[in-house]
């Protein structure tokens, strides 16, 4: 089991910035993959980063140029540093691991963001 643990949400104005981290616990070793989704009132959850044990990176579009995605493989913790946010970026954002072609996912709690217009 991997337990992941979210945390820096919060409430920002439009154009601000806020850093999302992700402490992972347990089987490390199981997983290869960490990354961000969202879910936004009323929409599907939807892909915002993943990044691999290797530092490759992979962005939705609309997050592109705006955020970035980076792991301290140290202290297991990946990070999420928004800039420039939009309020169509409001949604309750969730951390993610998983390992490649098997059914092997993890999902944290999730932390709310609201960007105010």
């Known amino acids: 089991q991997v337990q992941l643990v979210e945390s820096g949400g919060g409430l920002v104005q439009d154009g601000g910035s806020l850093r999302l981290s992700c402490a992972a616990s347990?089987?490390?070793?199981?997983?290869?993959?960490m990354g961000w989704y969202r879910q936004a009132p009323g929409k599907q959850r939807e892909l915002v980063a993943t990044i691999t044990s290797g530092g490759s990176t992979n962005y939705a579009d609309s997050v592109k140029g705006r955020f970035t995605i980076s792991r301290d493989n140290a202290k297991n913790t990946v990070y999420l540093q928004m800039n420039t946010l939009k309020p169509e970026d409001t949604a309750v954002y969730y951390c993610n691991a998983y390992r490649k072609f098997t059914t092997i996912m993890y999902w944290g709690q999730g932390t709310q963001v609201t960007v105010s217009s």
């Open positions: 347990g089987s490390i070793f199981s997983i290869n993959v």
